[in-house]
């Protein structure tokens, strides 16, 4: 692995991972910062520190110099956690540091990193900023669930209101045999473990439907006896949808975000399925260059129209981007929602962990966690390359991920 250039590329970087969840804590009253707001999740403080002794704990491992100043706080802050809800974490307030030893120990770590940036590997350094950028969004989903109140009063003007682009029409694409690409070389640029061990899969002609499902059918779903989706809230007869900073009336043309049980339970109330991983790809890139991006989602253009990368808190309706955006005119295959597929997390063929950070997914083959793909619109946009893959347990209610429908040719 050789040196990142250039530093000052590499250091404004760093400053704008850093900026992204700088932000999100200080949406929190400091004295709400100990609150859990997820029970499967540490508490708030815990990521305070976790995104900076992250960094720490990686950089340490290139043997640069510095040595550690709070062996304990490096080990304490070092990894999350993601139970299942037979295994909820019962540790108090009184268990974690103070907000002010916290603080501390990541100025320090800020300052102590940024000491031997010019030095850290090109893997490394990535590993670190992408790391951040991820939790940038996973924070949200604990924001999220906190109590309002518990949020600055000015956090409140943030969320917009929802505006309503009109009846969505079930209209299903096809998507004819092919192949689809998954994964990517070795040498082929940053990507995490997963990533490697590229393959093409035949995938034979199928059908999905051109809109993610939405809260108008998804509510007809509820209404015969469906699941109800977490941010939901019934009040009289009439469905409330808690967006990031407060309630609304449920916006109908927004898509719904649901657990994967509840996504594969439409599915199959509704006479379909989940895509798989290959059938998503197939969809959104065809069998064309592996390295190719959806032209307005690839950083290069101007015109933004994803919901991707930070652009706003909540989702917008799913007509309010153009159609066109994928190989066959599937609508937000980027942006608005991870969409969940019926694939589990596995291995790619020579899957390979990286030394500097063991067991980042191998630690999940376990088939319980189930691979997301696209991004949401608090989703950095380098994340939403082809081969990233995200995943979750399949009851687990927080993330911002969607579904759309398929069904075999």
């Known amino acids: 692995m050789g040196v990142m250039p250039p530093t000052n590329d590499l250091r404004q970087r760093f400053a704008d991972a850093r900026l992204r969840t700088d932000e999100l804590f200080a949406l929190v009253r400091p004295d709400s910062l100990f609150e859990r707001p997820v029970p499967e999740r540490h ?55 103070s907000l002010p030893e916290t603080a501390a120990y990541c100025r320090r ?186 032209p307005w989602g690839d950083g290069r253009t101007s015109d933004g129209c994803a919901n991707l990368n930070f652009r706003s808190w909540d989702p917008c309706s799913v007509l309010a981007t153009p159609a066109g955006d994928s190989a066959f005119g599937v609508s937000q295959l980027l942006g608005n929602g991870w969409e969940w597929t019926c694939s589990k997390l596995r291995p790619f063929p020579g899957f390979e962990e990286y030394d500097f950070y063991p067991a980042y997914s191998s630690a999940f083959f376990d088939d319980e966690h189930y691979v997301l793909k696209g991004g949401s619109q608090r989703t950095a946009l380098q994340l939403a390359r082809r081969s990233f893959r995200n995943w979750f347990r399949r009851d687990y209610p927080y993330v911002y991920s969607t579904f759309r429908l398929a069904r075999q040719g």
Not at 65 to 94: K, V
């Open 109 to 294: 770590v800020r300052e102590t990193v940024d000491s031997v940036l010019d030095e850290v590997p090109d893997d490394v350094a990535q590993t670190c900023i992408e790391h951040r950028l991820m939790h940038a969004e996973t924070i949200c989903y604990l924001l999220h669930n906190l109590a309002p109140e518990l949020l600055l009063a000015e956090a409140a003007s943030k969320s917009a209101a929802a505006a309503d682009c009109g009846e969505v029409p079930q209209q299903w694409i096809h998507i004819p045999a092919g192949e689809a690409r998954l994964g990517r070389d070795r040498g082929s640029g940053f990507g995490w473990d997963n990533e490697f061990g590229a393959r093409t899969e035949d995938v034979d002609e199928y059908w999905v439907r051109k809109y993610k499902v939405t809260n108008a059918e998804y509510v007809v779903f509820v209404d015969e006896g469906g699941p109800q989706p977490h941010y939901w809230r019934k009040a009289g007869d009439s469905w409330l949808l808690r967006t990031m900073f407060g309630e609304v009336p449920l916006p109908l043309d927004w898509p719904v975000y649901v657990t994967h049980s509840q996504a594969a339970a439409f599915a199959e109330h509704a006479g379909a399925s989940l895509p798989s991983e290959a059938q998503w790809d197939r969809a959104a890139y065809g069998s064309g260059d592996p390295s190719r991006r959806f």
């Open 43 to 97: 508490r708030l403080n815990f990521y305070i520190g976790h995104v900076e002794a992250f960094d720490w704990n990686m950089i340490s491992t290139c043997e640069l110099g510095p040595e550690s100043f709070h062996a304990e706080f490096d080990r304490l802050f070092a990894f999350g956690i993601d139970p299942d809800s037979d295994s909820l974490p019962s540790d108090q307030p009184a268990d974690w540091p």
